[in-house]
């Protein structure tokens, strides 16, 4: 199989998370984020470079032997020289020594704040949503903080969210369309998925955006393919992901 | 000569009255206390308050048999591939459970105020959330002059935590394997300790490696033995996740399952459950 073939729209967003995380920074997945931690277990196993990763288990580094259904699992801490717990990583992100964080949202908006909280009246709700975790902290106070979301459309990428669960602007926002990215305050198209025109992805999108700069994604290389490969070797991550394409 | 802090689950259980906030140890599906929560709602307990950054089975299994009636947490889900809590969700979204909504962190501040013994705690963060304005929290300005704001959030004192612990001793000396998520906190924070322990340790055991230990004796109101009391969670070092148990629960939403599941638990068959 040709390796664009293989781009599938989880691949595309696994691989376009991973590939946000910069050399020598320290990068955090937390709870209830399966793709996030396949992108950091992804990059350690794809790029040369050194970078740490952390995450909710209290894994430093950890290398657990294979990637577990749920991304707070103790599996995540096995072979981790310490064990960084919740009060260690949510001080460091305030402190501001907090590189990458990747956080999940309901709704997006242009500026990158997001809503996990709800749809309608927050007293008499339309739609509870999980709520925000750790977002309304740590998406102001971590160096960077990137939005994952799997679906991609007008009622989750938004000019105007319900409810502001966290604010202050997310560095990044990946789909399995389009990757974007902060520029001047507001998420600008830096990538689209391949066969994807900036039109249909203008057209999937509710908030407006700057596209000026989009490109045609770099394609995967071996090395990512075959990491996410070896990562999900039976498609279940890919499968239950809940990718909707609009 | 040390008192025995051990009870029976259904002793335990009765230490928690209709009504008292419970700070529940553990996350998601990991080392919840998921046995005693059972035990409550076969004991017949209502409005329970419920305090924890990030609960799934447990809370949801109390909206489920409507022995809850407010919560106090950052993110609610089943986890894995499960998404929502179908039942927390429902009872939200009904107005049966009162919603304080928190981020992970800013409970952690309201714990932080009650085991600080302060009257708040500064957190950083929380800027531009439509949280702070619902919670009426309160943004101050530096009283030392940098010009910085900051929101501060009021105490959070449980009546009760619960936690579950891998290992406990007679006296009540407490250890658990792998990250403690909020446990150490939570047990600085509330009036009253409560444990289920997958097993009694010999307390020299304890005594060589002091440092091992979460949470010592005195702080310890009383301990049960409740091998597999974190199922359907996990609980290291002994087990992992029973994905076939939370499908199932997710499943089948008759009352007829929710009482075969309380029936069928477990801590209903120490026999089995008791580990090799």
Request: charged share 20%.
């Given at each position: 199989?040709?390796?664009?073939?293989?781009?599938?729209?989880?691949?595309?967003?696994?691989?376009?998370?991973?590939?946000?995380?910069?050399?020598?920074?320290?990068?955090?997945?937390?709870?209830?984020?399966?793709?996030?931690?396949?992108?950091?277990?992804?990059?350690?196993?794809?790029?040369?470079?050194?970078?740490?990763?952390?995450?909710?288990?209290?894994?430093?580094?950890?290398?657990?032997?294979?990637?577990?259904?749920?991304?707070?699992?103790?599996?995540?801490?096995v072979?981790?020289?310490?064990?960084?717990?919740?009060?260690?990583?949510?001080?460091?992100?305030?402190?501001g020594?907090?590189?990458?964080c990747?956080?999940?949202?309901?709704?997006?908006?242009?500026?990158?704040?997001?809503?996990?909280?709800?749809?309608?009246?927050?007293?008499?709700p339309?739609?509870?949503?999980?709520?925000?975790?750790?977002?309304?902290?740590?998406?102001?106070?971590?160096?960077?903080?990137?939005?994952?979301?799997?679906?991609?459309?007008?009622?989750?990428?938004?000019?105007?969210?319900?409810?502001?669960?966290?604010?202050?602007g997310?560095?990044g926002?990946?789909?399995?369309?389009?990757?974007?990215?902060?520029?001047?305050?507001?998420?600008?198209?830096?990538y689209?998925?391949?066969?994807i025109?900036?039109?249909?992805?203008?057209?999937?999108?509710?908030?407006?955006?700057?596209?000026?700069?989009?490109?045609?994604?770099?394609?995967p290389?071996?090395r990512?393919?075959?990491?996410?490969?070896?990562?999900?070797?039976?498609?279940?991550?890919?499968?239950?992901?809940?990718?909707?394409?609009? | 000569?040390?008192?025995?802090?051990?009870?029976?689950?259904?002793?335990?259980?009765?230490?928690?009255?209709?009504?008292?906030?419970?700070?529940?140890?553990?996350?998601?599906?990991?080392?919840?206390?998921?046995?005693?929560?059972?035990?409550?709602?076969?004991?017949?307990?209502?409005?329970?308050?419920?305090?924890?950054?990030?609960?799934?089975?447990?809370?949801?299994?109390?909206?489920?048999?409507?022995?809850?009636?407010?919560?106090?947490?950052?993110?609610v889900?089943?986890?894995?591939?499960f998404?929502?809590?179908?039942?927390?969700?429902?009872?939200?979204?009904?107005?049966?459970?009162?919603?304080?909504?928190?981020?992970?962190?800013?409970?952690a501040?309201?714990?932080?105020?009650?085991?600080?013994?302060?009257?708040?705690?500064?957190?950083?963060?929380?800027?531009?959330?439509?949280?702070?304005?619902?919670?009426?929290?309160?943004?101050?300005?530096d009283?030392?002059?940098?010009?910085?704001?900051?929101?501060?959030?009021?105490?959070?004192?449980?009546?009760?935590?619960v936690?579950?612990?891998?290992?406990?001793?007679?006296?009540?000396?407490?250890?658990?394997?792998?990250?403690p998520?909020?446990?150490?906190?939570?047990?600085?924070?509330?009036?009253?300790?409560?444990?289920?322990?997958?097993?009694?340790?010999?307390?020299?055991?304890?005594?060589?490696?002091?440092?091992w230990?979460?949470?010592?004796?005195f702080?310890?109101?009383?301990?049960?033995?409740?091998?597999?009391?974190?199922?359907?969670?996990?609980?290291?070092?002994f087990?992992g996740?029973?994905?076939?148990?939370?499908?199932?629960?997710?499943?089948?939403?008759?009352?007829?399952?929710?009482?075969?599941?309380?029936?069928?638990?477990?801590?209903?068959?120490?026999?089995?459950?008791?580990?090799?």
């Amino acid at each position: 199989m040709s390796e664009d073939a293989r781009f599938t729209p989880f691949a595309f967003l696994v691989i376009n998370l991973a590939r946000f995380i910069l050399p020598g920074e320290i990068t955090f997945s937390g709870v209830n984020s399966s793709l996030p931690m396949l992108a950091c277990l992804l990059a350690k196993k794809s790029y040369d470079f050194h970078f740490t990763y952390i995450n909710v288990a209290g894994g430093v580094d950890a290398v657990p032997a294979s990637a577990p259904l749920s991304s707070s699992d103790p599996q995540l801490a096995v072979g981790s020289c310490s064990i960084f717990a919740n009060e260690d990583f949510y001080d460091l992100c305030c402190r501001g020594r907090m590189g990458l964080c990747f956080l999940g949202a309901a709704q997006v908006d242009g500026a990158g704040n997001t809503n996990m909280s709800c749809i309608g009246d927050p007293h008499s709700p339309k739609v509870r949503l999980p709520g925000g975790g750790g977002a309304a902290v740590m998406l102001p106070v971590a160096q960077r903080a990137v939005i994952w979301r799997t679906e991609h459309s007008t009622r989750t990428l938004v000019e105007k969210l319900d409810f502001t669960t966290a604010a202050g602007g997310a560095h990044g926002l990946v789909t399995p369309y389009a990757v974007f990215e902060k520029i001047g305050g507001r998420l600008a198209l830096k990538y689209r998925n391949k066969g994807i025109t900036p039109a249909e992805v203008r057209k999937r999108t509710g908030f407006t955006f700057d596209a000026a700069d989009a490109a045609p994604v770099p394609l995967p290389t071996q090395r990512e393919l075959g990491a996410l490969k070896a990562l999900d070797p039976n498609g279940l991550f890919a499968a239950g992901a809940g990718i909707r394409l609009w | 000569m040390n008192t025995s802090k051990l009870v029976s689950l259904q002793i335990l259980a009765s230490m928690i009255k209709d009504g008292d906030s419970l700070g529940l140890g553990g996350s998601l599906l990991h080392r919840g206390p998921f046995a005693l929560v059972r035990e409550l709602i076969r004991s017949g307990r209502r409005h329970l308050e419920i305090i924890k950054a990030s609960p799934g089975y447990d809370i949801d299994i109390l909206c489920r048999a409507g022995s809850v009636a407010k919560a106090r947490c950052g993110i609610v889900a089943m986890e894995g591939q499960f998404g929502f809590a179908p039942w927390y969700r429902k009872a939200v979204e009904n107005g049966v459970l009162e919603l304080e909504e928190h981020a992970c962190a800013t409970l952690a501040a309201g714990l932080r105020a009650a085991a600080f013994g302060v009257p708040f705690q500064p957190v950083a963060g929380v800027h531009g959330s439509d949280i702070a304005k619902l919670n009426n929290w309160a943004c101050i300005s530096d009283p030392y002059g940098s010009g910085k704001d900051c929101w501060v959030i009021p105490p959070i004192r449980p009546d009760i935590a619960v936690i579950h612990a891998a290992e406990a001793t007679l006296a009540g000396d407490v250890r658990v394997y792998g990250t403690p998520h909020w446990d150490r906190l939570l047990t600085r924070a509330a009036k009253c300790v409560l444990v289920t322990t997958e097993r009694l340790v010999d307390e020299a055991l304890f005594a060589e490696r002091p440092e091992w230990t979460l949470v010592p004796r005195f702080m310890t109101d009383a301990v049960a033995v409740v091998p597999r009391g974190a199922w359907p969670g996990s609980c290291l070092p002994f087990y992992g996740v029973d994905f076939q148990g939370i499908e199932s629960y997710l499943a089948n939403p008759g009352e007829d399952f929710l009482r075969t599941h309380l029936q069928n638990a477990p801590e209903t068959r120490p026999e089995d459950a008791s580990m090799d």
